[in-house]
């Protein structure tokens, strides 16, 4: 039998016509066609094509761009960590990314090109964590920020009453523990010498505590009589009983109900000084941790946001972290299902839920697994019952929601590990990014747990060298061995979570530049220290950035659009007066935003870059 085979001329002509018919369908259809944003990468990477030059929303190169950086080295945060010399933006996209002489194809007669003048370009910063709306209000009120001594508190509250002789109470914000070290508790007779006829309330910097005068004590009717409320502590005499003029956590709202209600005028008033400040810092999303639904002070915000989105006036993309009233139960949760469908609209998200699990570990009020050093018995304060957490973590991980906690000491973090644990169990595996912020003090054998049950480690790095805090009133209650296993970023980074960095401002800078410097570092940012706290917890500068860019993106839910420099992304843009990797870790914090791009339009700085 023979084998006849088909002659060249009659099978391989139309074959290759077939082909090139393909090839030409798939070019124009990359080129004109609207694809899906690049899809989401692994948890701490980005999405795929940084780097490519690929099309954007339906732009060919022949259309061009309305802007154009280039000749300056370009950090695009992608998956693979890459580098660019060009970046094109047509509306709120990023177009192109990728080499200088590939832009040239998107550079029409009306682009706007920048010369970067070597000067570096990232991806926006995010804030994991962050309080924009009382921090603005506490800058703008009696601010003790940045002050050093009881001196600098006496004399600025009395300034300021003199200026606001018609202000019913003196309200203000800043003060620092470690000033009344060793204790950290101050006392009223401070504020009465320089303030009798009116009550005077000033939060400490990290809205744990209160500082009141007597005037205050009696408006609210604070007697040594008084019981300690549920979640918190009234100060007081240790031989007299009386109280001193310091309220811990729920005890502070003994007063504040008796506070004139803070305006909406003041809200708005404060979140427009936070953004200004935020955008000048390079900060183009965030994430408020404290939104409370109820009451009438400054963190009652949805509003705010509502307000300042529908006027165009938000500068930044905002996911508010709904409070959880830890004096109710599963009845709030049908308000906090209405709360995200009336909020969730434009710049804004209403999509997370804030639960305070502890205090903090300077007055002792974090919960802690053995007791205080000198304090017989002391564990801190547990705000929610651990079996009843897992139940309200359960239900709002089954609603969709995801759960952003409050837990500095290491029983805190275990107990809100168990709660998402035991939701896991119940709902199932699904895509919730739950986080636990602050995470002081760690028992090492939860470490894992974070990678294993998929919950975000939410730092606040700033925090992590030797400061007075640390020195004076923290580690004096602690074993060395124990005290070894705070703010462990390098180990939680070598496990395999997801690590993500916020400021909690106005607790602290919200300057992320000051707070990767002490992530790479572990030294303050001021030379405050010279030797490293822990330094094999160091981390390097890729995943401080990372921990402020693509991975708080991935805590926003915003990684398919922001977070890193992508085609199809949101040109949330900003632009370093010098390049990270080309200076000592030392000079990180001196570095200067000299432009911020908010959907490729700026709102900080201009496109002049200075000159």
């Known amino acids: 039998m023979s084998i006849h085979l088909p002659q060249p001329r009659s099978w391989w002509r139309p074959f290759f016509i077939a082909l090139f018919a393909a090839a030409f369908m798939v070019v124009a259809l990359s080129t004109f066609a609207s694809p899906e944003p690049p899809s989401a990468g692994a948890p701490g990477g980005g999405a795929t094509g940084a780097g490519s030059g690929k099309m954007g929303r339906g732009l060919s190169s022949r259309q061009g761009a309305d802007?154009?950086?280039?000749?300056?080295?370009?950090?695009?945060?992608?998956?693979?960590?890459?580098?660019?010399?060009?970046?094109?933006?047509?509306?709120?996209?990023?177009?192109?990314?990728?080499?200088?002489?590939?832009?040239?194809?998107?550079?029409?007669?009306?682009?706007?090109?920048?010369?970067?003048?070597?000067?570096?370009?990232?991806?926006?910063?995010?804030?994991?964590?962050?309080?924009?709306?009382?921090?603005?209000?506490?800058?703008?009120?009696?601010?003790?920020?940045?002050?050093?001594?009881?001196?600098?508190?006496?004399?600025?509250v009395k300034e300021y009453a003199a200026k606001h002789p018609d202000k019913p109470w003196i309200r203000g914000d800043g003060w620092v523990l470690d000033v009344f070290a060793p204790t950290g508790i101050p006392h009223k007779s401070l504020l009465d010498a320089v303030v009798k006829d009116r009550p005077v309330y000033l939060e400490s910097s990290d809205g744990h505590s209160a500082w009141v005068n007597s005037k205050a004590l009696q408006i609210a009717g604070i007697t040594k009589e008084t019981p300690d409320p549920p979640g918190g502590r009234i100060d007081r005499d240790a031989k007299t009983g009386e109280p001193v003029g310091s309220l811990q956590d729920e005890a502070m709202e003994l007063v504040t109900v008796r506070m004139p209600i803070v305006t909406p005028e003041e809200k708005i008033e404060g979140l427009r000084y936070a953004l200004k400040m935020l955008n000048g810092y390079g900060i183009t999303a965030f994430q408020d941790a404290s939104v409370k639904l109820t009451g009438e002070d400054a963190y009652r915000s949805a509003d705010t946001y509502r307000t300042l989105d529908a006027n165009k006036q938000l500068t930044a993309r905002a996911v508010l972290s709904l409070w959880w009233d830890r004096n109710k139960g599963e009845e709030q949760v049908q308000g906090l299902i209405n709360a995200r469908h009336t909020y969730t609209h434009g710049r804004v998200r209403a999509t997370t839920v804030k639960i305070m699990q502890d205090g903090v570990m300077e007055v002792q009020t974090a919960a802690v697994l053995k007791p205080y050093l000198g304090?017989?018995?002391?564990?801190?304060?547990?705000?929610?019952?651990?079996?009843?957490?897992?139940?309200?973590?359960?239900?709002?991980?089954?609603?969709?929601?995801?759960?952003?906690?409050?837990?500095?000491?290491?029983?805190?973090?275990?107990?809100?590990?168990?709660?998402?644990?035991?939701?896991l169990r119940t709902n199932g595996a699904r895509d919730a990014r739950h986080h636990i912020s602050h995470i002081q003090l760690f028992h090492p054998s939860d470490i894992p747990r974070f990678r294993q049950l998929n919950v975000i480690a939410n730092f606040q790095p700033l925090w992590a060298y030797a400061d007075g805090y640390v020195k004076e009133l923290t580690l004096p209650f602690f074993e060395p061995e124990r005290a070894r296993w705070m703010y462990p970023i390098k180990s939680l980074l070598d496990s395999g979570a997801v690590v993500a960095f916020g400021s909690d401002w106005s607790v602290s800078s919200a300057n992320p530049l000051e707070e990767i410097e002490v992530a790479v570092t572990r030294m303050g940012w001021e030379g405050q220290t010279t030797e490293p706290w822990i330094p094999e917890e160091r981390i390097d500068l890729r995943d401080a950035l990372a921990a402020f860019t693509i991975n708080a993106a991935y805590v926003n839910f915003q990684e398919d659009m922001t977070g890193s420099i992508e085609t199809g992304k949101y040109a949330d843009l900003i632009v370093l007066d010098r390049n990270l990797f080309g200076i000592p870790a030392s000079?990180?914090?001196?570095?200067?935003?000299?432009?911020?791009?908010?959907?490729?339009?700026?709102?900080?700085?201009?496109?002049?870059l200075g000159g």
Do not use: N
Request: aromatic content about 6%; charged content about 25%; hydrophobic content about 40%.
């Open 375 to 423: 304090k017989p018995g002391g564990t801190g304060l547990v705000m929610v019952d651990p079996e009843k957490l897992k139940g309200y973590v359960t239900r709002l991980d089954k609603e969709g929601f995801q759960v952003h906690f409050h837990a500095i000491g290491d029983a805190a973090i275990r107990q809100c590990l168990d709660s998402v644990e035991a939701a």
């Open 587 to 608: 000079q990180i914090s001196e570095t200067k935003v000299l432009l911020t791009l908010l959907g490729g339009q700026p709102v900080h700085g201009d496109l002049k």
């Open 67 to 156: 802007l154009v950086l280039r000749g300056g080295p370009i950090y695009t945060m992608d998956a693979a960590r890459s580098w660019a010399e060009a970046i094109a933006v047509r509306g709120e996209k990023i177009v192109y990314v990728g080499s200088a002489a590939g832009v040239a194809d998107y550079t029409g007669p009306r682009t706007k090109v920048v010369d970067l003048k070597g000067r570096m370009v990232l991806p926006g910063f995010q804030d994991s964590h962050i309080h924009p709306v009382s921090g603005g209000i506490g800058y703008l009120s009696c601010a003790l920020y940045d002050l050093k001594s009881k001196d600098d508190y006496s004399k600025a």
